[in-house]
C-alpha cells in the first residue's frame, strides 16, 4: 500500500476520527465534518467526544492537504478532492418509529459524489442493512459524479467496531472485518486496514456478508441482554436477587455472561432495527429480534415504576417526590448521550409526577437539552432526595455518600448493580 495514498474520512465523530487520526500515522488524511464547530475545535487538538486524547491528536494535525502524513480536518468540499480513498464513517440512526434513518449516510454519498474521480475507492462504515451500500449509496455516487461503478470508481464495506469511552480496546486493536465490490478491490481494501490494524483483518467474500456480518453482532447481544432483561422481572416478582442468580449461573463453563439494563447506544440499541426492516422487505417477520427489542425498549418504564413502588411503600407521596437520576449516557465513563434509554425512566417518572434532577459529570448539559429537552447538571446537587436512581454506573458515582443526600424514608434503586451498602431495590 503507497503511503502517498491519500485518504479522506467523511464524518469526524466517535467513528470517524479515531480511524482518522490512525491512519494520519502512516497516510496522508483530511478529515472531513460539516461541523464547523467540531472542525474548530480538532484543529486545536480537543475532542469533545473523549475518544482522542490531546497529545495523540496533535501529533498527526498538520496545517496542509500536501504533507506526506498527517491529519488536516475541514468543512469545505473542495479540500476533499483528488483523494484515493474516501471513508465514509456517519451515523446511521433510527427515526421515532425506529425506522432506519439513511439520511447522513445519503449527504454524505452525495458529497463524495461531488469530488469523485476515476479510479478512487469509496469505502462505508456506516452500520446498514445488508445491501444497502449497493442498493442506496452506489445510485447516488454514480448519478452525482456522472462515473460508472465497478468501472470508473469502486466501493468496499468495513464496519465500523469502535467501542465508546473504551480506552483498551481502541480502533487498531479490533480485528476489522474488510470488503470491496470486486475481488481486486477487496484485497485494496483489506490491505489499506491491514497496514494500520495490529489486531489483523478478515476479508469477507462480498460487501453483503461483512453489512450483514455487522448488524448480526449487535443484534446477537441485543437478544442476549433481552433474555437476562426478562429473567430481571420475573425474579423481582418472585422476590429473587438477579444478580446472585447470574453470579451462581455464572459458575458453569459456558454460560453466558450477561446483565440487565438499559439498552441504548448507537449500535445496540440500532442495529437490530436495520437487519429488521430489511427482513420484513423481503417478506420475513424476525420475531426473535423484534421481541428483543421490545424487552429491551420496555426497560425504562419497568426501571420507573420499581423505583415508584418502592416510594409508595415507604409513604412518599409521588406528586410531591423529588428524585436524582444519576446518569445519562448511554454508558458509564462516556460522554455518548445518543439513543441513551436513561430518558425513558426519566420521562416516566415525571409522568407518575415526580419531580426529577439529572445529574452527570460526562453529559453535555446543552447537548442534553438539545437532543432531549431536559436539564442536566454536572455538579452533585446539594438537596436531599425522595428517590435516588442510578442508571449509569460512572466511577464518579461509586464515591457518593448517599445517606448525605436522602431524606428520612427516601429510595435507592440500582439499576446497574454497583452500589454497596443500602439499596432498596435493583435490576
Known amino acids: 500500500m503507497k503511503e502517498n495514498n491519500k485518504i479522506a474520512i467523511i464524518g469526524l465523530g466517535y467513528v470517524g ?92 454519498s452525495e458529497t463524495v459524489g461531488k469530488v469523485l474521480k476515476k479510479g478512487a475507492i469509496v469505502i462505508y462504515e456506516s452500520t446498514v442493512y445488508p445491501g444497502a451500500t449497493e442498493e442506496v449509496c452506489v445510485p447516488i455516487l454514480e448519478k452525482v459524479s456522472g462515473l460508472q461503478f465497478n468501472k470508473d470508481f469502486f466501493v468496499g464495506y468495513s464496519p465500523e467496531r469502535i467501542n465508546p469511552g473504551d480506552k483498551e480496546h481502541t480502533v487498531e486493536k479490533i480485528l476489522k472485518v474488510t470488503s470491496g465490490s470486486t475481488p481486486e478491490i477487496g484485497k485494496m481494501v483489506n490491505e489499506l486496514y491491514a497496514s494500520v490494524i495490529i489486531a489483523g483483518t478478515h476479508l469477507a467474500p462480498t460487501i453483503k456478508v461483512a453489512e450483514a456480518a455487522k448488524v448480526i453482532e449487535n443484534s446477537q447481544r441485543d437478544i442476549n441482554i433481552a433474555f437476562v432483561n426478562e429473567l430481571a422481572k420475573i425474579f423481582n416478582i418472585l422476590n429473587i436477587d438477579t444478580q446472585a442468580v447470574l453470579e451462581a449461573a455464572g459458575t458453569k463453563w459456558n454460560f453466558l455472561p450477561f446483565k440487565p439494563g438499559l439498552v441504548g447506544g448507537h449500535c445496540i440499541g440500532v442495529d437490530p432495527y436495520y437487519l429488521a ?29 420499581e423505583a415508584i413502588k418502592l416510594m409508595v411503600k415507604n409513604n412518599i407521596e409521588i406528586k410531591k417526590s ?12 462516556c460522554p455518548d448521550v445518543r439513543n441513551t434509554k436513561v430518558i425513558d425512566v426519566i420521562k416516566n417518572l415525571q409522568d407518575f409526577g415526580s419531580e426529577v434532577v439529572i445529574f452527570d459529570p460526562w453529559a453535555n448539559p446543552e447537548e442534553v437539552q438539545q437532543e432531549y429537552n431536559v436539564a442536566t447538571v454536572k455538579n452533585m446537587p446539594q438537596n436531599k432526595f425522595d428517590g435516588i436512581v442510578l442508571t449509569v454506573a460512572h466511577t464518579q458515582f461509586l464515591e457518593i455518600d448517599f445517606e448525605k443526600y436522602l431524606k428520612k424514608n427516601g429510595i435507592i434503586y440500582d439499576v446497574k448493580g454497583v452500589l454497596k451498602g443500602k439499596v432498596n431495590g435493583k435490576l
Not at 420475513?284 to 424487552?295: C, F, Q, S, T
Not at 423529588?322 to 465513563?333: A, Y
Request: hydrophobic share 40%; aromatic share 6%.
Open 322 to 333: 423529588k428524585v436524582l437520576v444519576l446518569g445519562i449516557t448511554f454508558k458509564e465513563n
Open 17 to 108: 476520527l479515531p480511524l482518522a487520526r490512525l491512519f494520519a500515522t502512516k497516510f496522508p488524511v483530511i478529515g472531513f465534518d460539516i461541523n464547523i464547530k467540531r472542525i474548530e475545535a480538532l484543529n486545536q487538538g480537543i475532542d469533545d467526544t473523549l475518544e482522542v486524547e490531546k497529545e495523540l491528536l496533535q501529533q498527526v494535525l498538520v496545517s496542509s492537504t500536501t504533507t506526506k502524513k498527517g491529519l488536516f480536518c475541514t468543512a469545505k468540499i473542495a479540500e476533499i478532492e483528488n483523494c484515493q480513498f474516501y471513508i465514509v464513517t456517519v451515523p446511521t440512526p433510527v427515526d421515532k418509529n425506529n425506522k432506519p434513518d439513511l439520511t447522513p449516510l445519503v449527504k454524505a
Open 277 to 305: 426492516q430489511k427482513a420484513q422487505e423481503v417478506g420475513y417477520h424476525p420475531e426473535i429480534i423484534l421481541a428483543g427489542r421490545r424487552v429491551n425498549d420496555s426497560m425504562g418504564l419497568f426501571v420507573a415504576s
